[in-house]
């Protein structure tokens, strides 16, 4: 057995032993879906970030930048380290005060229960679509260092997501976050030492670099609408995404909570800056690759000698365990508390807290079934950025900062987004993410007009 192996043997079995410890305080569906609200400064802000910086930070953004220069980088880091910074700079109090368990609840107090449950709906596919593409990732990556099946690696990944997940929920969740945003920076740092070392340090491998790569960030030839599209999708989509509100719920205070996510957007801008500075030097190193996105393992596979490469091994694993876990609770706590509890009024704490438990395991055999069905990662992703957020979006600022508007309003609006952006992209339109978000919020000013019951629509 190799040393790579060992090393991630090692790393899972550490990753087993913290769901096992972290059990033992979760007692309630409160403990299991937002940590009993404990969470502080140190574990909001890593597990923010160690959620949103998953495989494709790391390989497709160097990837990107490998082949395209600076602009590659446009979106990830820079798009989707603002995203989160607004989260918490905006819409993290707000929310938190609400005391709410998961984001559909607000759409329950706000408008009512027919809005709760399609927000779940709407929002669950793209959630399982995503968390497939980093299961089936992480898969990869066993296989390539172990020598098992694709299939079987797979299996082992999704039963060690579904373990500490399932035992620990939330709190497991963000203390193996803190460890694997950790991992994360530590083995990008090492790559990115041993990588200028081979160029004669970090002056001498920028002052090399193609001056057609290094072109400032703008609006480019595109225009100005394609540029507003690029970052509309992870503005909009992660002010919506049920993966970090999870961890705005459970800090232990508002203010937590919003310097939490903005700082765990600052780290995202910071560590993400290490996948660019790679993809711009690489080609100096590796002059031509068939995949670009496979610039960064290529480079830890040629320059990092044995433990360094397990390090870095770790570090990309990290980076797909901690968005994986992170997708598959928030995506089952919502359908669990929000839509199956609902219909289970009689059921006691334990009771919830194990219909939980049984649902979290039940999506994460269904994005088993979606990961080895799919020929490839970047299919899944490429689906799983197809299901529309655009109404939820809407939906949301209006009930979180106004009164304006009520039930109805609401769900057509979510509903014409959702139908908007497939519709959109079918056409092959160049702006359909902007255009669903036009469509939703004209939907929303009209019904709100004649649906004016803008008052809390019911309880938790």
């Known amino acids: 057995m190799s040393g790579v192996q060992l090393g991630?043997?090692?790393?899972?079995?550490?990753?087993?032993?913290?769901?096992?410890?972290?059990?033992?305080?979760?007692?309630?569906t409160t403990d299991f879906l937002i940590a009993g609200r404990t969470l502080g400064l140190g574990l909001?802000?890593?597990?923010?970030?160690?959620?949103?910086?998953?495989?494709?930070?790391?390989?497709?953004?160097?990837?990107?930048?490998?082949?395209?220069?600076?602009?590659?980088?446009?979106?990830?880091?820079?798009?989707?380290?603002?995203?989160?910074?607004?989260?918490?700079?905006?819409?993290?109090?707000?929310?938190?005060?609400r005391g709410i368990i998961t984001f559909a609840d607000f759409f329950r107090q706000r408008y009512s229960a027919a809005v709760e449950k399609l927000v779940v709906l709407v929002l669950l596919p793209?959630?399982?679509?995503?968390?497939?593409?980093?299961?089936?990732?992480?898969?990869?990556?066993?296989?390539?260092?172990?020598?098992?099946?694709?299939?079987?690696?797979?299996?082992l990944?999704?039963?060690?997501?579904?373990?500490?997940?399932?035992?620990?929920?939330?709190?497991?969740?963000?203390?193996?976050?803190?460890i694997q945003g950790i991992a994360i920076i530590v083995g990008l740092v090492v790559l990115a030492v041993v990588a200028t070392s081979q160029l004669g340090g970090v002056s001498e491998a920028l002052a090399n670099v193609d001056p057609d790569r290094t072109q400032h960030l703008g609006i480019g030839e595109d225009g100005l609408l394609i540029f507003m599209e690029e970052f509309a999708v992870p503005i909009c989509g992660t002010v919506v995404a049920i993966e970090i509100i999870s961890?705005?719920?459970?800090?232990?205070?508002?203010?937590?909570?919003?310097?939490?996510?903005?700082?765990?957007?600052?780290?995202?801008?910071?560590?993400?800056?290490?996948?660019?500075?790679?993809g711009l030097i690489a080609p100096q190193l590796v002059p031509q690759v068939e995949d670009a996105e496979q610039i960064v393992p290529l480079l830890a596979a040629e320059h990092l000698p044995g433990l360094l490469y397990v390090m870095f091994a770790g570090a990309v694993i990290s980076a797909i365990l901690s968005t994986v876990d992170s997708v598959l609770l928030a995506s089952s706590g919502q359908v669990s508390h929000n839509i199956i509890e609902r219909a289970m009024?009689?059921?006691?704490?334990r009771g919830r807290l194990m219909l939980n438990r049984a649902v979290l395991a039940g999506l994460a055999i269904i994005a088993f079934g979606m990961a080895i069905s799919a020929e490839r990662v970047k299919d899944l992703v490429e689906t799983a950025s197809a299901a529309g957020s655009a109404g939820v979006f809407v939906v949301a600022v209006f009930g979180l900062f106004t009164k304006f508007g009520g039930s109805l309003a609401a769900f057509a609006t979510i509903l014409v987004g959702a139908v908007a952006w497939f519709l959109f992209g079918a056409m092959d339109l160049e702006t359909p993410y902007i255009a669903s978000v036009a469509l939703a919020l004209i939907t929303y000013v009209i019904l709100g007009i004649f649906d004016r019951r803008g008052s809390e629509g019911g309880s938790v």
């Open 44 to 97: 909001v802000s890593f597990s923010v970030f160690a959620t949103f910086f998953g495989a494709e930070a790391v390989v497709g953004t160097s990837g990107a930048v490998y082949e395209d220069g600076l602009k590659g980088a446009m979106v990830d880091p820079f798009g989707y380290a603002l995203a989160i910074f607004i989260v918490g700079a905006i819409f993290a109090v707000p929310l938190w005060r």
């Open 157 to 178: 990944a999704s039963v060690l997501v579904v373990t500490y997940s399932v035992l620990g929920g939330l709190l497991a969740d963000a203390w193996t976050d803190l």
């Open 8 to 28: 991630i043997i090692a790393y899972v079995v550490v990753q087993f032993a913290i769901g096992v410890w972290v059990a033992r305080w979760v007692k309630t």
């Open 345 to 349: 009024p009689w059921l006691d704490d």
């Open 247 to 278: 961890r705005v719920l459970g800090a232990r205070s508002a203010q937590v909570a919003a310097t939490g996510a903005m700082l765990g957007g600052a780290m995202y801008v910071v560590v993400g800056a290490l996948p660019v500075f790679l």
């Open 126 to 155: 793209g959630s399982m679509f995503w968390a497939a593409a980093q299961v089936r990732a992480f898969g990869q990556v066993v296989s390539a260092t172990s020598g098992l099946d694709l299939t079987m690696a797979i299996a």
